[in-house]
């Protein structure tokens, strides 16, 4: 079986699709996949699925999406209910538990190459970094849990990952400018500067990637745009690391030794 959350989610086995179609049931098993291997408390799945607002049937209705889970899983899997409520999704106290190993759901896979990628950005081997977080990032197919309505529990979950893919991205852009990839590292830039109108670091990178292939206005304009945008929405100003790194680009004869520190080392 393969179970993935970084995106919509979706269970397959042998590559057949039997992710649930019926919402709530959907919704109950996305709980139990971001929190797999953890006990996902009954009170915690009515919250969830009811809004926290359970009627008085929603505890026989919890116990029938489960059993109809457990079905699925054992229909595509070849095997019976009895094995899956013993084996997958086992009920532990006033609760469930999704039991999956790492390569049975992508979040583990994805965790381990990027955490592999940082060790290798730490020694310096930026070019190996940037492709071992290409194929972390090749994982995501859209926003988690897209296909699901989001309780309050889910919400977190998703932001979580979302905030992991983030931080991915980000990585991927400092191992494609240490790499001296500069119009890579702007393409990405540009599009996390999009996404993240108020982020300073992904700002600074895109300032980094653009002073670094010689188009110094060009970095210089992001770094207004930024300071008006929070100035205007927030009322405060960039922090100092993204002020000095403009302070820096402004200067005719800026400091090389700062500027290859902060990723930005120019062809000029």
Same mark, same amino acid.
């Given at each position: 079986?393969?179970?993935?959350?970084?995106? +919509?989610?979706?269970?397959?086995? @042998?590559? /057949?699709?039997?992710?649930?179609?019926?919402?709530?049931?959907?919704?109950?098993?996305?709980?139990?996949?971001?929190?797999?291997?953890?006990?996902?408390?009954?009170?915690?799945?009515?919250?969830?699925?009811?809004?926290?607002? +359970?009627?008085?049937?929603?505890?026989?209705?919890? @116990?029938?999406?489960?059993?109809?889970?457990?079905?699925?899983?054992?229909?595509?899997?070849?095997?019976?209910?009895?094995?899956?409520?013993?084996? /997958?999704?086992?009920?532990?106290?006033?609760?469930?538990?999704?039991?999956?190993? *790492? *390569?049975?759901?992508?979040? +583990? /896979?994805?965790?381990?190459?990027?955490?592999?990628?940082r060790g290798l950005l730490e020694r310096r081997e930026a070019h190996t970094a940037g492709e071992v977080l290409g194929r972390a990032l090749?994982?995501?197919?859209?926003? +988690?849990?897209?296909?699901?309505?989001?309780?309050?529990?889910?919400?977190? @979950? %998703?932001?979580?990952l979302n905030e992991a893919h983030l931080a991915a991205c980000e990585a991927r852009i400092d191992a494609l400018l240490l790499c001296r /990839?500069?119009?890579?590292?702007?393409?990405?830039?540009?599009?996390?500067?999009? *996404?993240?109108?108020?982020?300073?670091?992904?700002?600074?990178?895109?300032?980094?990637?653009?002073?670094?292939?010689?188009?110094?206005?060009?970095?210089?304009?992001?770094?207004?745009?930024?300071?008006?945008?929070?100035? *205007?929405?927030?009322?405060?100003?960039p922090s100092p690391s993204t002020t000095t790194l403009h302070h820096v680009m402004l200067q005719d004869s800026p400091d090389q030794t700062?500027?290859? %520190? %902060?990723?930005?080392?120019?062809?000029?």
């Amino acid at each position: 079986m393969e179970f993935r959350v970084l995106g +919509p989610i979706d269970v397959r086995v @042998q590559g /057949r699709d039997v992710t649930p179609s019926a919402p709530k049931q959907r919704q109950v098993l996305a709980l139990l996949v971001a929190r797999a291997n953890h006990r996902v408390s009954v009170p915690a799945l009515l919250n969830e699925v009811w809004d926290g607002e +359970p009627p008085r049937t929603a505890t026989t209705a919890l @116990q029938t999406y489960i059993g109809a889970i457990r079905k699925a899983l054992a229909t595509a899997s070849g095997t019976g209910a009895r094995e899956i409520a013993d084996h /997958r999704l086992v009920t532990d106290g006033n609760g469930y538990v999704l039991r999956l190993a *790492d *390569d049975e759901w992508d979040r +583990p /896979r994805f965790e381990s190459l990027v955490l592999e990628a940082r060790g290798l950005l730490e020694r310096r081997e930026a070019h190996t970094a940037g492709e071992v977080l290409g194929r972390a990032l090749a994982m995501w197919r859209g926003a +988690p849990f897209c296909n699901v309505r989001h309780g309050s529990r889910l919400t977190a @979950q %998703a932001r979580v990952l979302n905030e992991a893919h983030l931080a991915a991205c980000e990585a991927r852009i400092d191992a494609l400018l240490l790499c001296r /990839r500069f119009q890579e590292a702007i393409g990405a830039a540009v599009a996390l500067v999009g *996404d993240h109108p108020y982020h300073e670091n992904v700002h600074a990178q895109l300032m980094r990637a653009l002073y670094a292939s010689g188009r110094r206005a060009a970095a210089l304009e992001v770094y207004q745009s930024l300071r008006r945008r929070m100035t *205007d929405d927030l009322g405060i100003p960039p922090s100092p690391s993204t002020t000095t790194l403009h302070h820096v680009m402004l200067q005719d004869s800026p400091d090389q030794t700062y500027l290859a %520190a %902060a990723g930005a080392g120019t062809l000029l």
